[in-house]
């Protein structure tokens, strides 16, 4: 047995309360075994890291991010040199102290590869859930890198085909998006209906599904089907004006339903350079304090919020945005990096709280994230799994 025991830490477990002053946690072959007030543990054959009044967290939860992301904008890398960019971002992504992230859609098996690297320790980065390839309409967002589905019978076969090719989840676009031209994101792609369909059969196959929601409609239809996580939450409508349906949201609380809406996308600096946006961002950005003023409400509401960059942006930027922007407090914006986070990937049981029994997922900061949430970027150590993974904000191996 494999026991570590970190000493004397200011402790926030994930879960919202208050932090935990002079706490030691033991960790016995990669999970969590106790967490208790300094002395009460015993160290016996354990390996002891004094934290000495250090701040640490959970290990943090990107929920949307796209692993071949961050080359140059409108080049399309060859394969071999995606991977190799894949191969960076998951690495970069641990150094952020991201020991979880969620592969939004990429190409072909390349999540499913860097996943399978990551668990077989070939390369050293986050773990990954992976969506595989979206699945969207003929003309629709992300068709070209898709697996195009056109009616219902042809999302049943889609999900089905996705789950051959090893994914973890299940990624569908409810509307167009800005990235696709001519995609539309204020019309709906798919009949609540038809994503029924496709989320009976990823339930049946034990797979959660997430969708691409910009338009109005198309949320509404995604939460009539019962989806398990939205994405980018746009609130378009077909005027280019936002459409805020409170029965949706009520629905969105009733069903359990997590948003994720991917902050650091909407408020990158490209999405200030008007000459560069298509027509349908610019119709969205032209409503983005509506919108995030939409956000704050529904999370005051009840609303589940979780983090997704889009973007390569380390972490800390969505909490930064979470913060400044929804107007969240510091322990908000990191039990919904955290624990919300784990809820939306179905891993609570798992990941997300720093609590006995569950993986021990550990971050170690050098100041307060309470005082300001920036100090999330102030990386010391990462455990995951209870393996010192980035020591001094370099990661190891």
Request: aromatic share 4%; charged share 25%.
């Amino acid at each position: 047995m494999t026991r570590t025991l970190l000493c004397k830490a200011r402790l926030i477990d994930g879960t919202g309360r208050a932090p935990l002053v002079d706490h030691d946690i033991l960790i016995e072959d990669g999970k969590i075994a106790r967490v208790a007030p300094c002395g009460d543990v015993s160290a016996d054959g354990a390996s002891v890291v004094e934290l000495e009044g250090a701040t640490v967290i959970p290990g943090l939860v990107n929920m949307h991010v796209h692993l071949r992301g961050g080359g140059t904008r409108g080049v399309e890398e060859p394969d071999d040199i995606a991977l190799l960019r894949a191969s960076r971002n998951v690495r970069a992504s641990l150094s952020w102290g991201v020991t979880t992230l969620r592969d939004a859609g990429s190409t072909e098996r390349l999540s499913q590869t860097i996943r399978d690297a990551v668990a077989a320790g070939l390369i050293a980065g986050s773990r990954v859930v992976s969506a595989g390839r979206i699945i969207t309409t003929s003309a629709g967002h992300g068709w070209r890198r898709g697996v195009r589905a056109d009616d219902a019978a042809e999302l049943r076969k889609a999900v089905r085909f996705n789950v051959e090719e090893g994914v973890d989840t299940i990624k569908i676009a409810a509307t167009g998006g800005g990235g696709t031209p001519g995609s539309n994101v204020g019309a709906p792609q798919y009949t609540a209906e038809e994503l029924e369909v496709a989320v009976y059969e990823a339930h049946r196959l034990g797979k959660r599904v997430l969708v691409h929601c910009n338009g109005a409609a198309g949320t509404r239809n995604a939460v009539a089907a019962g989806v398990d996580t939205i994405e980018h939450i746009g609130w378009m409508g077909a005027d280019g004006r936002l459409e805020v349906d409170e029965a949706v949201i009520a629905g969105m609380i009733a069903k359990d339903i997590t948003v994720v809406p991917t902050m650091s996308v909407w408020y990158r600096q490209g999405y200030d350079d008007w000459a560069s946006l298509s027509a349908d961002q610019k119709k969205m950005r032209a409503v983005r304090h509506e919108r995030t003023a939409a956000w704050a409400a529904m999370h005051r509401a009840g609303v589940r919020f979780a983090t997704g960059t889009d973007t390569w942006d380390p972490i800390g930027r969505e909490l930064e945005l979470f913060v400044s922007e929804m107007k969240l407090t510091p322990m908000d914006a990191i039990v919904a990096a955290t624990r919300d986070s784990a809820i939306g990937l179905g891993l609570a049981d798992e990941i997300g709280t720093i609590a006995v029994g569950k993986a021990a997922d550990i971050v170690e900061l050098d100041a307060d994230p309470l005082a300001d949430i920036a100090n999330v970027r102030r990386v010391r150590r990462v455990w995951k799994a209870g393996v010192l993974a980035v020591d001094g904000g370099v990661v190891l191996n």
